[in-house]
C-alpha cells in the first residue's frame, strides 16, 4: 500500500491516520489560554510559575508568549500543563486536572455557550459536544454510543489522548452536569492511556 496513489490521485486515508500520530496533535490558544487562567486562579501568580519553573523548555516558550485564542499549540503542550500542575501543586493523583478541566469548560460555557444554555437542556448540549470538542482540538471528534433519557455514552475517535486530556474531559462533563444543576457522575470506563482500544466516557443524571 501507498500512501498516496499516482493512479487514483488519492491519498489513502487508512494510512494517514496511521502517519498522523500524537505528535501532531494541536489544541487551540483559547483551550491553553484558559488553562493558565485555570492554574492562577486556584493556584495564584506563584503556583503558575511554579509550574512553569518545573515544565520542559518548550512549556516556557508557549507559556511566556501571548498566544492568540485561535493559534494552535501541539497537544502536547496543553497536556503538560495539566500534568505538571497536577504533580508540583497537587498531589499528582490528578484531581487538579480534573478541577482544572472543570474551570475552563466554566469558562467556555459562561461564554458563547450562556445563552444556549439557559436556553436549552443538557441532552441538547451533548448532541453538540462534538462542535465543542472540535473548537479545541485540530484532532479526532465525538461519536455518540447511546443517548438514552439521563444516560449517555460517547467515544472520543481518531485521537491519542494524552492521559491528563481525557481526565480534563471528565472535568468538562462535571461543569455540563453542574450547570443544568443535576446530580450525577462522568466516568471514563475504558481509556486508551489504561491499555484499552477506545477512549469511553459515560455520564449518568438523576
Ligand atoms: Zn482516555
Redesign the pocket.
Known amino acids: 500500500m501507498t500512501l498516496y496513489s499516482l493512479e487514483t490521485g488519492k491519498y489513502d486515508k487508512a494510512l494517514l491516520r496511521i502517519v498522523h500520530t500524537q505528535d501532531y496533535q494541536r489544541f487551540k490558544g483559547a483551550g491553553f489560554n484558559a488553562q493558565l487562567r485555570a492554574i492562577t486562579e486556584l493556584f495564584g501568580e506563584a503556583g503558575l510559575q511554579k509550574v512553569i519553573d518545573g515544565s520542559s523548555d518548550e512549556f516556557k516558550q508557549w507559556a511566556k508568549k501571548k498566544v492568540l485564542e485561535n493559534e494552535w499549540v501541539p497537544d502536547r503542550v496543553g497536556a503538560e500543563g495539566l500534568s505538571q500542575a497536577d504533580k508540583i501543586l497537587g498531589k499528582g493523583d490528578l484531581t487538579v486536572i480534573r478541577k482544572l478541566g472543570y474551570m475552563v469548560a466554566k469558562y467556555n460555557l459562561s461564554g458563547i455557550y450562556k445563552a444556549f444554555v439557559k436556553l436549552t437542556t443538557i441532552e441538547s448540549l451533548l448532541k453538540r459536544a462534538d462542535v465543542v470538542w472540535k473548537k479545541y482540538y485540530s484532532d479526532g471528534y465525538i461519536e455518540i454510543l447511546t443517548q438514552e433519557p439521563k444516560h449517555y455514552i460517547f467515544e ?1 475517535v481518531n485521537y491519542q ?1 494524552y492521559p491528563s486530556s ?1 481526565i480534563a474531559l471528565l472535568g468538562w462533563l462535571d461543569t455540563f452536569l453542574e450547570v443544568y444543576k443535576l446530580k450525577g457522575t462522568a466516568t ?1 470506563p475504558e ?3 489504561r491499555g484499552g482500544k477506545h ?1 469511553i466516557f459515560e455520564m449518568t443524571w438523576k
Do not use: E, F, G, V
Request: charged share 10%.
Open positions: 472520543i489522548p481525557c471514563h481509556c486508551k492511556n477512549c
